[in-house]
């Protein structure tokens, strides 16, 4: 028989299926509002990229503000290692509570003491349990874990976050079924170099699956980055040849980001070509294009280093025009106008082709100042109708184009 008969759907509450914010804005953003209660979260990431100490933020925050206990427990550091985190944080309240298991059976006792609103699992490759064959951390383990963790959730209403491991190539490690068992999967991606920190959706049940989330990480913990942008721009005070800005998407977000160029000398045999945070198929691409599109540039036996800016991975094509730019901004040795962004993908005969949401990514430019715009043809306000009315937005069709018309930018 079934646990309940179906009824009409009109007659189902959607209450249950609420979000209830967590405290913390930028997950709140990927999580699509925030936590609903009985849904399961997967949060995976690198060593020392900072899951736990965001997750013990966002069991703090939940303790402070959502009514109901929160629950942390960690099955790779003690109580005491975990409670030196919160006091340099500052997130010791009465209601958060700290438990060290390794057993499932001792985290359902934990749950049936403390009836916590919020479980925070790190790591669920830790926990194992006695009734399943197999090591902590196994295929069978992780499997008949996260199972059981998913059904006490959905029955006690206990929203759940599971911090998972992560590959060599940055999967999440375990069993793909994992990623099934779970509501949310969430991957956790930064420099260990670099304060950025950036929370991905990859799946989600109650929400956009799209959406990014930026944080800082700092001495006294994690913030979250309303407004981003700025850290992956330098400003100098005056022009710099070798530099451009475009306008990359992350998820549904437009940052603007510096590109960086360094053209080297001549050498030969075969000349380095040096990328970071940028795809070097795409700058090998870019790099042919203008030697063969272009007449002044010579580019294939001297050394060229691009990168961007504030740690920011950008591999999305529409920036390839604005690496064209930089890369011949610093041949030829003359400087783009700091105003300037350019936005498009450079095909194989040197066109200029569409990307998406250049609208969003025009509007995002024009609200931090800057006023002249090259775009794919199709992309400017006379052909989409609509256009930041403080910025001046020219089509270009090709790179020859594209570079004829920053010159006469900077010219002016």
């Not at 914010?21 to 997967?42: C, N, S, W």
């Not at 990359?248 to 437009?254: D, K, L, S, Y």
């Amino acid at each position: 028989m079934p646990a309940e008969p179906a009824r009409p759907i009109a007659t189902i509450s959607a209450a249950p299926a609420r979000a209830r914010p967590t405290g913390v804005g930028e997950l709140d953003r990927v999580l699509g509002g925030g936590l609903v209660p009985g849904a399961v979260v997967l949060l995976a990431g690198e060593p020392g990229v900072g899951k736990s100490t965001l997750l013990l933020d966002v069991a703090q925050q939940w303790a402070a503000g959502a009514g109901s206990p929160s629950l942390v427990v960690s099955g790779e550091e003690s109580v005491s290692q975990v409670r030196l985190r919160a006091e340099r944080m500052g997130t010791l309240h009465d209601q958060l509570f700290l438990a060290a298991e390794s057993d499932l059976a001792a985290v359902l006792g934990h749950l049936d003491a403390v009836k916590p609103g919020l479980l925070v699992l790190d790591s669920v490759q830790t926990i194992s349990t006695s009734g399943t064959e197999g090591v902590p951390g196994g295929v069978t383990q992780v499997r008949a874990v996260t199972a059981a963790l998913v059904a006490v959730a959905k029955e006690r209403g206990i929203a759940t976050v599971l911090v998972g491991h992560v590959t060599k190539d940055g999967q999440v490690a375990g069993p793909r079924v994992l990623e099934h068992l779970v509501d949310v999967v969430l991957h956790f991606e930064g420099d260990k170099h670099s304060s950025l920190r950036m929370v991905r959706g990859v799946k989600n049940r109650f929400g956009a699956a799209d959406e990014v989330g930026c944080f800082e990480m700092h001495e006294g913990g994690i913030s979250s980055l309303a407004d981003p942008s700025g850290l992956f721009l330098t400003r100098y005070s005056e022009p710099v040849p070798g530099t451009c800005v475009t306008v990359a998407m992350e998820g549904r977000r437009a940052l603007l980001t510096e590109v960086q160029a360094l053209i080297g000398a001549t050498v030969a045999g075969s000349p380095r070509r040096t990328v970071s945070g940028l795809d070097s198929a795409r700058l090998a691409m870019v790099l042919a294009v203008l030697q063969r599109r272009t007449e002044r540039l010579t580019l294939h036996d001297r050394e060229v280093f691009a990168a961007t800016v504030g740690g920011i991975r950008v591999v999305e094509p529409a920036a390839d025009l604005a690496v064209a730019l930089a890369v011949a901004s610093g041949g030829l040795n003359l400087a783009i106008a700091p105003h300037l962004v350019a936005i498009g993908e450079v095909g194989l005969t040197g066109e200029v082709r569409r990307v998406g949401a250049v609208p969003r990514r025009l509007a995002e430019a024009a609200r931090l100042g800057f006023r002249l715009a090259l775009v794919p043809p199709g992309c400017g306000p006379t052909s989409t109708g609509a256009g930041p009315e403080q910025m001046h937005v020219i089509e270009v069709t090709d790179v020859r184009s594209a570079l004829q018309a920053a010159a006469r930018a900077s010219a002016e």
